[in-house]
C-alpha cells in the first residue's frame, strides 16, 4: 500500500514537472514571439517614419528643381519680354507692357504660395494635384487634366505626402521620358477609399523588361504598402502607361 503511494506520488511530481515544463515552454515562445512582434511594429514604424521624411525631402526637392525652372522658363521670359518692350515704350503699347508685367506678379504670387514651408505640411492631396496640373498646362510642359469625383474624405496628412510624392515620380517620369501630349488624372472618393488614377498618351515601356530593372516599381509598391494601399502599373509600348492608386481609409 505504501508502495503504491509512492508511485502515485512519483508519477504525480512528474506530471506536474512536465506540466510546468510545458507551461515555461509555451511562456518562452510566446514572449519570443511577442518580442518579435514588437521588434518588427518598431523596425515598421521607424522605416514608415523614414519613408514620410525621405518623401517630404523628394517633394521639397522637386519643387524647389520647379521653381528653378519656373523662374527661368516663364518669369524670366515674361520680364525680358516686358524690359524689351518698355525700351521702345508707346501709349500704344502701354497696355500690352502693363498686361505682361500682371501676369509676372501673378506668377510671382504662385510662386511664392509654393516656397511657404508649410505648404508641403498642410496642402490636401487634391489642393496639390490640382497645383501641380496647372503647372504643367501653365508652362505647356504638357496637356493635363484632373477629374474629381465622389465626396471629399479627410486622409492622414502624412498617407497624403506618400500618395503625392508616388503621382509626382509618375508625373516627372511621364514629361521627360514618356513623349506624352497629355496627361490624365482622376481622383475619385468613394465611402471607405480613395483612388488615384495617373494616365498619359506616350510611348510607353514592357512590363516585363521594367521588372528586371526595377524603375523604382517596387519602391513604389512598398511605399504605398506601408500606409495601407495598393499600387497598380499598366503600359504597352506606343500605348502610354497608368498608374492606379487604391488608399483604404
Not at 475619385?188 to 498619359?200: F, G, L, N, P, R
Amino acid at each position: 500500500m505504501q508502495r503504491e503511494g509512492s508511485e502515485i506520488l512519483i508519477i504525480s511530481t512528474i506530471i506536474v514537472i512536465v506540466i510546468v515544463a510545458f507551461l515555461v515552454i509555451l511562456f518562452t515562445v510566446f514572449q519570443r514571439r511577442k518580442n518579435k512582434l514588437l521588434q518588427e511594429r518598431d523596425k515598421n514604424k521607424k522605416r514608415y517614419e523614414r519613408e514620410i521624411a525621405e518623401a517630404q525631402i523628394e517633394i521639397r526637392e522637386e519643387t524647389l528643381r520647379n521653381i528653378s525652372w519656373e523662374l527661368h522658363d516663364n518669369i524670366g521670359q515674361l520680364l525680358t519680354l516686358a524690359k524689351i518692350q518698355l525700351q521702345h515704350a508707346s501709349p500704344e503699347n502701354m497696355g500690352e507692357i502693363s498686361e505682361i508685367i500682371a501676369k509676372s506678379l501673378t506668377e510671382v504670387r504662385a510662386l511664392s504660395k509654393i516656397i511657404n514651408p508649410d505648404f508641403i505640411n498642410n496642402i490636401k492631396l487634391k489642393e496639390a494635384l490640382n497645383l501641380e496640373v496647372e503647372r504643367f498646362n501653365r508652362l505647356n510642359y504638357i496637356d493635363a487634366k484632373l477629374t474629381i469625383t465622389g465626396e471629399e474624405q479627410e486622409i492622414n496628412q502624412k498617407h497624403g505626402i506618400v500618395i503625392f510624392r508616388i503621382l509626382q515620380e509618375f508625373f516627372s517620369n511621364t514629361i521627360k521620358h514618356s513623349k506624352a501630349s497629355k496627361l490624365d488624372v482622376f481622383l475619385s472618393y468613394k465611402e471607405d477609399s480613395i483612388e488615384v488614377k495617373a494616365q498619359d498618351n506616350g510611348v510607353g515601356f514592357d512590363m516585363e523588361r521594367a521588372r528586371l530593372k526595377g524603375l523604382g516599381l517596387q519602391n513604389i509598391k512598398a511605399r504605398a504598402k506601408l500606409i495601407n494601399a495598393e499600387t497598380k502599373f499598366m503600359s504597352e509600348p506606343q500605348k502610354g502607361t497608368s498608374l492606379i492608386i487604391n488608399y483604404y481609409i
